[in-house]
């Protein structure tokens, strides 16, 4: 098992123009999330899965904003119209249940770092 | 609701020091506390996780955090400082729905 993996690392795009993110999250996890990550701060969470369903969007979120995970495996984050503000480390966890301790352990990717100029 | 709250955004150390990380956290369950670690250019990695078991919770490379519920802390310590040990550290409090809570981080350095 490679952990989660994020694609691109990097993405430099301009203002208004779409971004699409992928993440591909350890095989046997059933839960996936997506995390904001801005200078000097610790990650905000934006949404999460459990296989393809999408069970909670945090208010961060604006419409701009959309995320899938068609099949329960791999997810995408696309953002349309991109703005300035919206230049941030993007960060994919997954995480599965633990029987031996009853919780859950979040994975992390190295995360996309978006440019938006 | 949860939050965390990272007393430090900067520690310095020398190398061969001790190390205290300050976290305090609010919740309104049993919270399952976490630390993360971030070095440049690399994802998070899990140190040490607090699920109701014993308080006193050993990591990795030789970190060690302590659950106070009177004083709703879980600071992290470790006995004597790397130079690799440098890097942002991060408290996450995890609510009842499995959502994180991440602290706004505490960046070490370690000075040689």
């Known amino acids: 098992d490679t952990g989660v993996s994020q694609d691109p690392r990097h993405k430099i795009t301009k203002r208004g123009q779409n971004v699409t993110f992928r993440c591909d999250p350890i095989s046997e996890h059933n839960r996936l999330y997506w995390y904001r990550q801005t200078l000097g701060q610790g990650p905000e969470f934006l949404t999460y899965f459990q296989n393809e369903a999408q069970l909670e969007k945090s208010r961060l979120l604006s419409d701009r904003f959309s995320a899938e995970r068609p099949k329960g495996s791999f997810s995408t984050l696309e953002i349309q119209r991109t703005e300035q503000g919206d230049s941030a480390m993007y960060l994919c966890?997954?995480?599965?249940?633990?029987?031996?301790?009853?919780?859950?352990?979040?994975?992390f990717g190295p995360g996309t770092r978006l440019t938006v100029t | 609701a949860q939050s965390v709250t990272q007393l430090d955004s900067h520690v310095s150390v020398s190398e061969g020091t001790p190390v205290l990380l300050r976290c305090n956290y609010s919740?309104?369950?049993?919270?399952?506390l976490f630390w993360y670690v971030q070095h440049p250019n690399k994802g998070l990695q899990l140190l040490l996780k607090y699920t109701s078991a014993a308080t006193l919770v050993k990591g990795i490379n030789g970190f060690e955090a302590e659950f106070k519920k009177s004083e709703t802390s879980f600071h992290l310590t470790k006995p004597s400082a790397h130079m690799s040990d440098a890097a942002e550290y991060f408290c996450?409090?995890?609510?009842?729905?499995?959502?994180?809570?991440f602290g706004s981080g505490t960046k070490l350095n370690v000075k040689p």
């Open positions: 966890a997954s995480s599965q249940y633990s029987l031996r301790d009853s919780s859950y352990e979040q994975y």
């Open positions: 919740s309104s369950y049993s919270p399952s």
């Open positions: 996450v409090v995890r609510n009842n729905f499995n959502k994180f809570y």
